[in-house]
């Protein structure tokens, strides 16, 4: 059961109240809400949109990707079918999620002018970017806020009065595909995230967080809390014991079964390697990975949990693999493939955002590697990565890793007027690495 003393439901609805009341009744340009993994954040961005457009105030929303964007009009569809609903797209031929045409309520143009008077009209920043308007919307709401940079900010700043900015503090910044040291610590840096470069020129912005993960369970959040949001706890919505991982076929004793009884027990498993500097796409931790996979779903798996009373089946669609290089990822499938393994998700912690599975196998970052880069040591990525489950996560990794990150403590310079991003990546991976230490399977192929 959950802790003595907190209601998770009470806790959430507390901090949504707080929200929509800034975004509806407030006086301030722009509202922030920091939110972690799972806590709901495209649940709040549908009410407050649905909010706003009862209130009889037109609104734009603002997301990073087409695939966002439609699954924002689906919910709003899903929620209230008669609102009329524009989805701005590009005019690629599959520029937006065919589904769409389905709804009665949606509207999909690649022209703003045939979308003006709808209540609610969504689309891709890149693609707010190039509309032109007379008049601006009162409202905008922008999802996925931490991964926007501030240039794309920028571009669509002139549309909208007020902002409701919504987005997640813990994961990946937001990518560029030139450098950018040059802008480092200036207050207009384009490569900064959106939210940073706000509230850098907007200190006094109401800022909110929601309280409750709904997606990691209790044996996850006190490690994703403590290692990635020190300044913004959270906590699980649910208690040990509310959910549970149990298999129909025993153990045989091997290393992958191992880990996977381990993870079942207590939401945590380490496969680990004998230490060796490899090449990125390690054979013996890809066939590691696929071995792990393979088992969990011949094992005949079920979930026991909050959504339902009874056991769901374990399937390929509820299992993810995590890897920090799309090199790696590759070479997962390509092993899977030869296990006979199709439909499992297998991806980049980039292309993982967002999402959310029963189990997750996590190649570990840093697993195999001479040397510690800024890039494997992004805090962001391990965060994503250790945090897209509900049920158990299961990292396979060489041993060595404390030594090599003992052996590059961070060096990367400190430049003026930049915010200290905390905890840094060597931090962050010390503390889940002691964690997952105490679930420790030794195992040579």
Request: aromatic share 6%; glycine share 8%.
């Amino acid at each position: 059961m959950t802790t003595t003393g907190f209601d998770p439901a009470e806790a959430a609805a507390r901090a949504t109240d707080a929200i929509l009341g800034d975004t509806l009744h407030g006086t301030e340009r722009g509202v922030v809400v920091d939110s972690p993994p799972g806590a709901g954040k495209s649940t709040l961005v549908v009410r407050a949109a649905l909010e706003l457009a009862g209130a009889g105030r037109p609104l734009m929303v603002v997301a990073q990707t087409n695939a966002q964007v439609d699954d924002l009009v689906l919910r709003l569809a899903d929620k209230a079918p008669d609102l009329p609903v524009g989805r701005l797209h590009s005019s690629d031929a599959d520029a937006y999620d065919k589904a769409l045409d389905e709804r009665p309520g949606v509207r999909t143009s690649a022209k703003a002018a045939e979308l003006a008077g709808l209540p609610v009209v969504l689309s891709t920043a890149a693609k707010w970017a190039h509309v032109k308007v007379d008049e601006p919307w009162r409202h905008a709401i922008v999802d996925e806020a931490y991964q926007m940079r501030s240039d794309s900010l920028l571009a669509v700043a002139g549309l909208f009065e007020r902002a409701l900015f919504v987005g997640d503090p813990g994961q990946l910044d937001p990518f560029a595909i030139v450098g950018s040291e040059q802008w480092a610590g200036l207050s207009y840096d384009p490569s900064a995230s959106a939210v940073t470069t706000l509230l850098a020129h907007n200190p006094g912005l109401p800022q909110h967080r929601l309280p409750v993960s709904w997606r990691l369970p209790a044996s996850a959040a006190p490690l994703v809390s403590d290692a990635f949001y020190p300044y913004t706890p959270f906590r699980s919505g649910t208690g040990h014991g509310d959910r549970r991982l149990a298999f129909a076929v025993p153990s045989d004793g091997s290393g992958p079964d191992r880990v996977i009884d381990e993870a079942a027990a207590s939401g945590w498993g380490l496969l680990e390697l004998p230490a060796r500097h490899t090449p990125r796409t390690d054979p013996e931790a890809v066939r590691a990975v696929a071995a792990v996979v393979r088992r969990l779903l011949d094992r005949g798996g079920a979930a026991v949990s909050e959504r339902s009373p009874d056991p769901a089946p374990l399937t390929a669609d509820r299992v993810a693999v995590g890897t920090a290089h799309r090199d790696q990822a590759a070479a997962v499938r390509a092993a899977l493939a030869d296990l006979g393994v199709s439909d499992v998700t297998v991806d980049t912690a980039n292309r993982l955002q967002g999402r959310e599975y029963d189990v997750t196998v996590v190649l570990h970052p840093l697993s195999g590697r001479p040397d510690a880069t800024a890039f494997h040591l992004e805090t962001g990525r391990l965060c994503v990565l250790a945090s897209r489950h509900r049920h158990a996560c299961i990292v396979v990794c060489r041993a060595g890793v404390g030594d090599l990150l003992d052996a590059y403590p961070s060096t990367e310079p400190v430049q003026l007027g930049t915010l200290v991003k905390f905890p840094d990546g060597w931090e962050a991976n010390h503390a889940v690495l002691a964690h997952l230490a105490e679930h420790r399977v030794g195992w040579r192929p």
